[in-house]
């Protein structure tokens, strides 16, 4: 992730839903001299995290209401599976002005998403609960405005603030 920041420039990065912050660590470590905002929306996370990284700005967030920060790059890794569709667009558009480096948690085929739908079904009969989004290619096709997508082993898509996501040039596998 880090090169690719870098190839565009992103001095200060705002990473959303970082949990344990495993990524946003291993950043810290290999560019120092960039300055990583760090959020999520459980209290108990936040706290940790600056306790964690007390040099570092942790903010708790909520992505569908709260205005995005002033930072030139705007990381959302596999937060995907955690907002529907309708979420989505009402983040994108949240965010329309901001430069987005968008990693999702993977894309299914039509194949799996099938086999996934089947499974939900059988899991809700045995009481299940729910436990996140997944997505095929088409659905990230109409999740942002006109998004087209590359996919790899996961999805990383760039948006140039103010326009809709485009794939990354460089196909990143995640």
Known sequence: MN??????????VASY???????????????PSRALLLSDYGPATVQRLRDLLPDTTVTLHDLLTDPPPHATCISFHRLDSSLSNRQWRHVFRLFRAQRILFVSSGVLSVGEA??????????RSRGA???????TRH???VCGDAL????ACG????TGGGSSLEPDAEALRV
């Open 3 to 12: 090169e690719a920041l870098d190839q565009r420039g992103a001095r200060t």
């Open 17 to 31: 839903g970082v949990g344990a912050a495993l990524i946003e660590v291993l950043m810290l470590q290999q560019r």
């Open 114 to 123: 099938r086999q996934v739908r089947s499974n939900q079904k059988e899991m």
């Open 129 to 135: 609960v729910y436990a996140g989004w997944v997505r």
């Open 139 to 141: 659905a990230y096709d």
């Open 148 to 151: 087209t997508v590359t996919v």
């Open 155 to 158: 999805l990383v898509m760039w």
